[in-house]
């Protein structure tokens, strides 16, 4: 079956980092883009960054640049979200989703092929 798994959530101090995981299985890992998603309480679902292929990042919000970055290991089919100078507005649930179209339409929309469950990041002022 088609699995999405995030880990690597946790509770830091502004200023701080975190790494997200996303592990995939069920696809062919290069057919799809897979991003990262977040959404906070009371607020829309905000696109973050996304990858096409396992190699091509398509998408980086203005809101992480610099910031956050995108990555993948193939064989372990596995897409990454580094996340460093971590700030408070970064609090939310994280998310990674894939789509077989790629990431323009799935950072546009909002709507993907598969989505994961999420991870909570809390980020202390």
């Known amino acids: 079956e088609v699995q999405l798994v995030e880990s690597g959530g946790g509770l830091v101090q502004a200023g701080g980092s975190l790494r997200l995981s996303c592990a995939a299985s069920g696809f062919t890992f290069d057919d799809y883009g897979i991003g990262w998603f977040r959404q906070a309480p009371g607020k829309e679902r905000e696109g973050i960054t996304c990858?096409?292929?396992?190699?091509?990042?398509?998408f980086d919000a203005d809101s992480v640049k610099g910031r956050f970055t995108i990555s993948s290991d193939k064989a372990k089919r596995t897409v990454y979200l580094q996340m460093n100078s971590l700030k408070p507005e970064d609090t939310a649930v994280y998310y990674c989703?894939?789509?077989?179209?790629?990431?323009?339409?799935?950072?546009?929309?909002?709507?993907?092929?598969?989505w994961g469950q999420g991870t909570q990041v809390t980020v202390s002022s």
């Open positions: 989703a894939a789509d077989f179209i790629g990431c323009a339409k799935m950072t546009a929309t909002l709507v993907s092929d598969y």
């Open positions: 990858i096409y292929k396992g190699d091509e990042t398509t």
